[in-house]
Nanobody
Framework: QVQLVESGGGLVQAGGSLRLSCAASGRTFSSYSMGWFRQTPGKEREFVGAITGSGGFRSYADSVKGRFTISRDNAKNTVTLQMNMLKAEDTANYYC??????????????????WGQGTQVTVSS
């Protein structure tokens, strides 16, 4: 089992940057593929990006490709989401998620077994 805690959210102007972090408990962090999702009130959770256990494969939603970068540091049990050129439509609560299959990540939220509590990102236009 793994526990996830996100941090780094806040208020930023359009065009700015934020870096979200997700800290994981446990000694087998590299065994988990990780995903980032976001959600706004009244809408379904939306895929943002994902990364396999070794970090060798990353995937992104089309809406963030070229602006967001997902990475991980298995020695520090963290996964980060660097968000650049932020837009008002990026405003959401951002969640990290984990699945104990290091070889495969997914854009499907139901694939992930563990979730953090979320961190709010607000982009002002």
């Amino acid at each position: 089992q793994v526990q996830l805690v996100e941090s780094g959210g806040g208020l930023v102007q359009a065009g700015g940057s934020l870096r979200l972090s997700c800290a994981a408990s446990g000694r087998t962090f590299s065994s988990y593929s990780m995903g980032w999702f976001r959600q706004t009130p009244g809408k379904e959770r939306e895929f943002v990006g994902a990364i396999t256990g070794s970090g060798g494969f990353r995937s992104y939603a089309d809406s963030v490709k070229g602006r967001f970068t997902i990475s991980r540091d298995n020695a520090k049990n963290t996964v980060t989401l660097q968000m650049n050129m932020l837009k008002a439509e990026d405003t959401a609560n951002y969640y990290c998620a984990a699945n104990p299959n290091r070889l495969a990540s997914s854009s499907d939220s139901t694939y992930y077994n563990y979730w953090g509590q979320g961190t709010q990102v607000t982009v002002s236009s």
